[in-house]
């Protein structure tokens, strides 16, 4: 009985208000009953809640839209026995009630991840596909005329919250894998019930994120701000820099998808937009449906690549007729036949709301990705990114010197690890699922065995050993061999935080089995910020010396590569040096990431090998070693980079954004032995050009000029590579010291098609090859003064050991080398013929030459 009291309690006024308004309806028009429906819709596999279906009575033009939770309510005036739910993404259905009632229901929507295709296929054997003629095309040419009123960035002004959420598990692991002895300790991680594909998976979690923004735009002068205000991360793989991580997924997935944009940036490549302004040229597209969503009239466009490889979409979009052809809603799907590596699904869902000045504003955006090495089985990595936008404010400024600060901006305290602070700013629920994640990680971390498993892997990901205070390593560098030095053994090893936060030393030492002679290197740093000197922003003060051989003109890196594929070279590689080097080095780096570094150098080279150091005298008197004083300035800026982070080196994540260069280099004579006077400036400008479908160029405009007198060791020494591995930085047909300059200026320019053309060749379009073009052209000379033809007391110019001429200075031609590749061989290899087109006199030249390079990439 108290059961039934407090069920009639709850629906009593619920009921009033439905007889209420029954009542009212029947005043306005009492030759009609009036048809309610109440309920909530879920996803018929994961029982999530599903917002913004598309619900409306067959045959009618009274509909609705289910809320954030799934829920809905709908009543209309007339007599009608049936009611459809749709979206896109699932199926339809019509489910049958009672007219002139209320009606209940509880709806359980399936996935219909194959319905699009099926209907393309149907269309293209029926008809021939036009664009001339197409309703469609011509709808979509009004949502494209259109564009630039649509976009939220029309508003003069603009403010929105926003709440992210990223998620990682790995899936389809193996059953003798989660079976066995290792993995049983772990079992508490797993999900059993999270779905991927439209299936209920066994799966691993192994990163979890959510921040909270807010979000700032100013029209004139365009400036946007983003602030994060909250954050909480967890992350299994520990191993990978944590900041480059979240860069890289956060670009991965879409960092801000804007379906009004030509191009839209997504898993690291560039996808023309269904209403880019040339989409009919690339897509097809097809009126699917009508839909009534209230006093709106909506229609469905479905759209599909004109060829499958290409980097475009499939999927449908809804397209308002209230004459402002806005996007109402979009599904982006990519086909199998894509030229992508490693993906095997992707899906992108954005949702927008109508808002009072009568343009519709991004409410919610799903990005769900399958990535695995096999197509179609095995191990595999899912991925969703979901993010909401609400509270929305148009035109209302804040104080004019808000709009001066950073467009990247972190509040105090950001870092949120409290339960209840995400549980009261959450625009949704966590599933189960999702709520556990964060007691199963704090678990885990604190196993003994976990984090074993952890220093392994970060040992063969990073290269160095973590013993606490401090790291063995790097172990690539551990064994290499040269025509000088024989075999190479190194060991090495630096501190870690854990010894000093302020204080870092390093070092390493290196023997050769040919020489007899033990190299080392010794480095301490100071750093002001407290962080690694490996780590950004930099602001570090740097004393180190080294003794160690090189390559003239390969540039003195400390932790440059030894590997065993770089000891591999074509053709003689005899002219080594015995370096001493004693560095200070101050390197700042800024928010903005422009950065300086300020250097003082004493170099001590001794020639080795086939190398000799003699002057153009009578006497031609041997030089046994060189020493120069140096202070150098460096200069670097990289407006709005991005940076994978790792346990050496920086890795630019690269964007359209350019990278600017600067180096002067001023010696001494007289000081600290110094030999020689001089000043060496150079300077370089790096630049990504995006191209939408024809792919990418990366051109590079360099160079250097050098004032006063000096040797040849001293000279710009032409950077070269003889080995059989391609190097973009280097020109790969040009042996080592074969040319030499004081003043020069060169071009690089390398273009990635993409698979554009390969993609559309019967038998050879299912590789996923992609093209590649490169062209290097170098143009500079070598005055009288600096040559040693022209000018005595300066030092001869090598001699090979076959006694021909081995280095020249560059003339009247420029020196020019190109390119043709193919990449993504096997996903992983790329193979280039170059061509070298002048200077083919010089001895052991050959015009041609294949280079191979491993890049893995999306």
């Not at 006024?13 to 005043?27: E, M, N, S, V």
């Not at 700013?425 to 699922?433: G, Y």
């Not at 020019?816 to 200077?839: H, M, P, Q, S, T």
Request: proline letters at 5%; one cysteine or more.
């Amino acid at each position: 009985m108290k059961k039934i009291c407090v069920f009639v309690l709850v629906i009593a006024p619920l009921w009033c208000t439905a007889q209420q308004k029954d009542t009212l309806i029947k005043k306005e028009d009492s030759l009609k009953k009036v048809t309610g429906v109440s309920g909530q819709i879920i996803d018929a596999v994961s029982g999530k809640s599903l917002p913004f279906i598309t619900i409306g009575f067959t045959g009618s033009s009274y509909g609705t839209m289910s809320d954030g939770q799934g829920k809905f309510d709908l009543s209309a005036p007339g007599s009608f026995s049936s009611i459809t739910f749709s979206y896109m993404g699932y199926q339809t259905i019509t489910k049958t009630i009672r007219p002139g009632q209320l009606n209940e229901l509880h709806i359980r929507l399936q996935s219909s991840q194959t319905q699009l295709k099926e209907v393309m296929i149907t269309s293209g054997k029926s008809k021939r596909y036009r664009n001339k003629g197409n309703p469609a095309v011509d709808l979509i040419q009004q949502v494209i005329n259109h564009k630039d009123q649509n976009r939220m960035e029309s508003a003069d002004y603009l403010q929105y919250d926003q709440y992210e959420r990223l998620a990682l598990s790995l899936f389809h692991l193996s059953p003798k894998f989660l079976n066995g002895h290792f993995f049983s300790k772990y079992k508490f991680m797993l999900d059993t019930a999270q779905v991927i594909n439209g299936e209920a998976q066994t799966s691993l979690p192994v990163y979890f994120s959510e921040k909270r923004y807010q979000y700032y735009y100013k029209k004139n002068p365009p400036k946007s701000i983003q602030v994060l205000n909250a954050q909480k991360e967890l992350n299994i793989i520990t191993f990978i820099d944590t900041v480059g991580l979240d860069t890289y997924l956060n670009r991965l997935y879409g960092n801000n998808i804007d379906i009004y944009a030509n191009n839209i940036f997504i898993i690291t490549n560039q996808f023309l937009s269904p209403i880019a302004d040339h989409a009919p040229d690339f897509y097809k597209f097809f009126i699917t449906d009508t839909v009534q969503s209230g006093k709106e009239k909506l229609v469905e466009i479905s759209f599909t690549p004109r060829n499958k490889g290409d980097l475009l979409f499939e999927g449908k979009i809804m397209v308002t007729l209230d004459g402002h052809y806005a996007v109402e809603s979009c599904e982006l799907n990519v086909n199998k036949q894509i030229n992508i590596n490693f993906m095997r699904s992707l899906k992108v869902r954005q949702d927008f709301g109508k808002y009072p000045d009568g343009h519709y504003y991004l409410t919610k955006s799903d990005v769900i990705t399958d990535f695995g090495i096999l197509k179609d089985k095995g191990l595999g990595l899912f991925g969703e990114r979901t993010v909401f936008y609400e509270h929305y404010k148009l035109n209302t400024p804040l104080p004019a010197p808000f709009y001066e600060g950073k467009s990247s901006q972190t509040a105090l305290n950001s870092s949120q690890t409290d339960t209840g602070y995400w549980q009261k700013h959450r625009p949704d629920t966590l599933t189960s699922r999702q709520a556990k994640v964060y007691a199963n990680f704090n678990r885990l971390e604190s196993m003994p065995s976990f984090k074993r498993t952890s220093w392994i892997a970060s040992t063969i990901t990073g290269g160095y050993a973590d013993l606490g205070a401090i790291q063995a390593g790097p172990f690539d560098a551990s064994y290499s061999f040269n025509s000088v030095e024989g075999s190479r053994f190194r060991l090495g090893g630096r501190t870690t935080p854990l010894f000093n936060k302020s204080i870092y030393l390093e070092g390493y030492s290196a023997y050769g089995t040919k020489d007899h002679i033990f190299k080392y290197y010794l480095g301490s740093t100071f750093s002001f910020n407290q962080k690694p000197y490996y780590q950004f922003p930099n602001d570090y003060l740097k004393v180190s010396y080294q003794y160690d051989t090189d390559i003239p003109g390969q540039n003195f890196l400390i932790e440059k590569s030894q590997s065993i594929l770089l000891s591999i070279r074509r053709g003689t590689s005899d002219f080594w040096l015995y370096n001493k080097i004693f560095r200070i080095d101050y390197i700042k780096d800024f928010e903005n990431h422009f950065s300086y570094n300020v250097e003082f150098k004493n170099w001590n080279q001794q020639p080795a090998g086939a190398l000799n150091y003699q002057i153009n005298n009578q006497a031609n008197s041997p030089v046994q070693n060189l020493t120069t004083t140096e202070l150098d300035l460096g200069l670097r800026y990289a407006p709005n980079e991005h940076i994978m982070q790792g346990t050496m080196y920086r890795h630019t994540i690269y964007s359209k954004y350019p990278i600017f260069n600067t180096q002067i280099n001023h010696g001494f004579s007289g000081i600290l032995n110094g030999s020689y006077s001089y000043t060496n400036v150079s300077a370089s400008i790096f630049k990504r050009f995006y191209l939408s479908q024809l792919g990418y160029t990366d051109i590079t405009l360099q160079g250097g000029i050098l004032l006063g007198q000096v040797p040849f060791p001293l000279l710009n020494i032409i950077p070269a590579n003889q080995t059989y591995l391609y190097d973009p930085n280097a020109y790969n047909m040009m042996y080592f010291l074969e040319f030499v300059s004081d003043h020069y200026a060169g071009l690089n320019l390398t273009h990635s098609f993409g698979g554009f053309f390969l993609n559309k060749v019967p038998l050879i379009d299912h590789l996923k090859w992609r093209e590649y073009l490169s062209l290097k052209i170098l143009y500079g000379g070598l005055r009288n003064e600096n040559n040693p033809r022209y000018t005595t007391n300066l030092y001869q110019f090598p001699i090979s050991s076959s006694g021909s001429p081995a280095t020249y200075s560059l003339g009247n031609i420029p020196y020019i080398e190109a390119g043709v590749g193919i990449g993504n061989i096997f996903k992983l290899i790329r193979i280039d013929v170059i061509r070298r087109f002048n200077y083919l006199d010089h001895p052991g030249i050959t015009p041609y030459g294949l280079r191979f390079s491993f890049s893995p990439d999306f």
